[in-house]
């Protein structure tokens, strides 16, 4: 089969498995609800579920590419499905099938100008890991490029032959389910997909840029780096180019790994903890953020050496730079508002965070959801995930079906730049349950809030005081300003001129007879056709009399155009 033909067949499959499931979700989730028969939907939902996630593992694996980033999200959000469905997708963080060394080698060959045993030492032909998008091998650098550069074990990251163009054909399918979506009025009023879709497709696209990765990761060490920080890989820019990427070797305990942790001596529930306090520096802080933190991409790198409470040291260690995500000030000024909120348990505080974040619009009417809010508070706040598990299940069902009449009701939207955002949090917040069932999100939250609450205070009373002075600077003026504008009132020179308002009064009026002449011109058209099988002369009459409104609605607007009016 060529090329062309395996590109079209990859479309065909992605395209097709999106539909079958929609109509599922059509099915299922709204026609049979509107009859009454919701219960036959919530019956069957996981095992349906279920079913999906299993498929959808299988065509992932089988196509690669930008269908893995899909699968790789949905299997860390623990907080949110099932663990029996994303134990049907968690397998994709590693079981992305290797490509021959004889192809990555001719690609990276071609990438560097040189022959491998020129530009490296030794590279390992065994894979050290197997990406949707690129593959990476250990390496040894040459003696004189070690010297220059103060390393030696790098991982030589190539990118996978043809992924170009798959990253293509799977953007254009996608844009096609989000086309498909835009269609479905509950999704419609909530995003704008066709921009969502262009927005991931963009994050895709400086994602196989390996210069782009590069860059982001000397910013975010130089953000996020140093003694107390995160560790970041050097990168080793006389082996790299847009397709191969060459970085220190900085591989050691996987985040997920929950055994290795404790063989080493460092507690899972205190990495949860950390892992969520860096990701929150990042996010609502610095505002340059790394968007895909699955448990591939970060470490927990030992220090060899002990914490004053006897424990071992270590840090953080991120890698894979190329899906980074920008909080604009504006944003993250109305995030750690709703960050506060959330901490405070203030049901209020937290959907006027919201709005000025953008997910809800101004015109959204809140007192119900306020309630909503509040009441989930009361009842589920501060519940850590294995709390809310032990929850009867009946008493979520009976809040969800309250809670969600509300959400439905309400003219939500997800804002533009903000779908990187809730992709590092939802993996953040998978990340943290996998790694301690017992994790609380609140008391992750809580001092944190407690800062940024802290910080709050003294920019409003800073804030405050320029208010209070510019208030001073104008009250000092306003007598002098007041003084004058009496004196020209009284000597005539100030006058009051609205030709603007009235030549749009004039063209208001004109519109409603143009609009009464052309309601007037359709009810006289469509009743003579009616009348004229029965009563031919009358129907005749009425179509006739039809071109007097018809006339002035057409006429009317060309006369006033000629006028200038």
Excluded at 101 to 122: C, D, I, N, T, Y
Excluded at 209 to 217: F, T, V
Excluded at 264 to 276: C, K, L, Q
Excluded at 312 to 321: C, E, L, S, Y
Aim: with cysteine.
């Amino acid at each position: 089969m060529t090329d062309d033909a395996l590109m079209k067949a990859r479309y065909r499959r992605i395209t097709r498995f999106a539909a079958r499931y929609l109509v599922q979700a059509w099915w299922f989730e709204l026609f049979l609800p509107r009859f009454g028969l919701g219960w036959i939907s919530a019956r069957g939902r996981t095992r349906r579920l279920e079913r999906i996630a299993q498929r959808f593992h299988v065509l992932a694996v089988d196509l690669g590419g930008l269908m893995i980033k899909v699968g790789q999200f949905m299997s860390s959000r623990l907080d949110v499905l099932p663990p029996s469905i994303t134990k049907q997708l968690e397998g994709l963080q590693d079981e992305v099938p290797a490509v021959p060394f004889v192809q990555m080698r001719a690609r990276a060959e071609e990438e560097l100008g040189m022959p491998l045993e020129r530009a490296f030492a030794s590279v390992d032909e065994r894979p050290l890991a197997a990406a949707s998008l690129g593959q990476a091998h250990r390496a040894v650098l040459t003696e004189d490029l070690a010297a220059e550069t103060g390393l030696s074990a790098v991982v030589l990251k190539i990118q996978r032959p043809g992924i170009d163009r798959i990253v293509g054909v799977d953007l254009r399918a996608l844009r096609k389910v989000g086309v498909w979506l835009s269609k479905v009025a509950l999704v419609r009023d909530r995003v704008d997909m066709p921009s969502l879709v262009e927005e991931f497709a963009v994050t895709s696209l400086e994602e196989i840029d390996y210069l782009h990765e590069a860059a982001n990761s000397e910013r975010f060490a130089a953000d996020f780096g140093g003694p107390d920080g995160v560790a970041v890989p050097e990168v080793v820019w006389e082996r790299t180019t847009r397709r191969v990427l060459t970085l220190e070797d900085v591989t050691a305990i996987k985040i997920n790994d929950v055994d290795a942790l404790r063989a080493a001596g460092i507690d899972p529930s205190e990495v949860a903890a950390r892992f969520a306090r860096v990701m929150f520096d990042q996010l609502f802080d610095d505002g340059f953020f790394h968007a895909d933190p699955h448990p591939g991409n970060v470490f927990v790198t030992p220090l060899g050496a002990t914490t004053d409470a006897g424990t071992p040291a270590w840090r953080f260690t991120f890698i894979d730079f190329g899906m980074m995500g920008e909080v604009p000030p504006s944003l993250r000024r109305g995030l750690r508002r709703v960050l506060i909120a959330a901490a405070s348990r203030d049901g209020k505080g937290l959907v006027d965070g919201i709005r000025d974040v953008g997910v809800l619009l101004p015109s959204a009417d809140t007192v119900q959801l306020e309630r909503a809010m509040t009441g989930l508070f009361s009842r589920f706040g501060g519940m850590g995930f294995a709390e809310l598990q032990e929850v009867d299940p009946r008493e979520f069902r009976a809040f969800a079906i309250e809670f969600g009449d509300v959400v439905r009701s309400l003219p939500f939207q997800l804002p533009e730049n903000f779908l990187l955002i809730v992709r590092a949090m939802s993996l953040t917040s998978g990340m943290c349950s996998a790694l301690d069932p017992a994790f609380n999100i609140w008391d992750a939250v809580e001092p944190y809030a407690q800062r940024l609450i802290r910080e709050e205070s003294g920019n409003t009373a800073q804030a405050f005081v320029r208010e209070v002075g510019a208030v001073a600077a104008v009250t000092a003026r306003l007598p002098r300003r007041a003084d004058n504008l009496i004196s020209r009132f009284e000597d005539g020179s100030v006058s009051v001129q609205t030709p603007r308002i009235e030549r749009r009064m004039r063209d208001l009026e004109r519109m409603v007879r143009r609009v009464v002449s052309s309601v007037l011109f359709t009810g006289l058209l469509i009743g003579g056709v009616l009348l004229q099988a029965e009563q031919a002369v009358l129907g005749t009459i009425l179509m006739a009399v039809s071109i007097a409104p018809l006339s002035h609605a057409l006429l009317a607007g060309w006369v006033a155009r000629r006028n200038g009016a």
